[in-house]
């Protein structure tokens, strides 16, 4: 009953990544990588914006220490999910559950579960994962499939599909959010500094140094309320 509901309430996510995810078969292609690949990767990860990141550290032969710092930065958020969704399980969410339910929290389906009336019972996160897994890998074979056989103009227009998602997630908060809109454009500037001053600089460490100090400057800046209320 509950893994059921859990695949209803799931399906607009399942099919949001299949179109996401075709760009990101497409990019991982581009790369370098095979089809299987990078299917593995989408198999073993779930993260959008962490395979992308990823994959270009692959493609500049980066160390696995930038790899896992990189991962680090983008994904550290899920953990802080996944920490406010354990307040959320119901009691037959034992430990197992809990790890194998940990592998599929992504930014959507934390969203989705979050907001279940009640407590989330392992089925139905496991029908939320199992949509979002399925539409994640299928969208991946069919990218990377796709980017193996097309013209090489068609497949690098459909290949900026997943930055496309990256923007579509920023904008709206940032419109909101001064502090959001401080981050997003702090990144952008020092990621394009890095690149003019420092050209030998690795994507990947770019993405850290500036991923790190936007988040740092903006916690300085913008100190959340609850803060501002105990200095007062």
């Known amino acids: 009953m509950n893994y059921t509901k859990g695949l209803r309430d799931g399906i607009p996510v399942g099919l949001g990544y299949l179109a996401v ?18 299917t593995v990767i989408s198999a073993t990860n779930l993260t959008s914006a962490g395979q992308a990141a990823g994959v270009t550290v692959i493609a500049e032969n980066g160390t696995l220490i930038e790899m896992a710092l990189v991962q680090l930065v983008i994904n550290i958020r899920y953990s802080l999910m996944a920490l406010s969704l354990s307040q959320r399980l119901d009691s037959s969410f034992n430990t197992g559950h ?88 702090t990144a952008a500037a020092l990621s394009i500094g890095l690149k003019l001053l420092f050209p030998s600089l690795s994507a990947g460490f770019g993405v850290i140094i500036a991923g790190a100090v936007s988040a740092g400057a903006a916690a300085l800046l913008f100190p959340a309320a609850d803060d501002k209320e105990e200095k007062a």
């Open 98 to 185: 809990r790890l194998i339910a940990a592998y599929g929290i992504t930014d959507e389906i934390f969203a989705l579960a979050s907001m279940h009336p009640g407590r989330v019972a392992p089925g139905y996160m496991y029908g939320l994962i199992t949509d979002g897994f399925m539409g994640w890998v299928a969208g991946t074979v069919l990218g990377a499939v796709a980017g193996d056989v097309l013209p090489t103009m068609v497949s690098n227009a459909l290949g900026i599909m997943i930055y496309g998602m990256f923007v579509a997630l920023i904008i709206p908060p940032s419109k909101k959010e001064k502090n959001v809109l401080f981050t997003v454009a």
């Open 21 to 38: 995810s075709f760009g990101f078969g497409i990019t991982a292609v581009r790369a370098g990588l095979t089809v299987l690949q990078a």
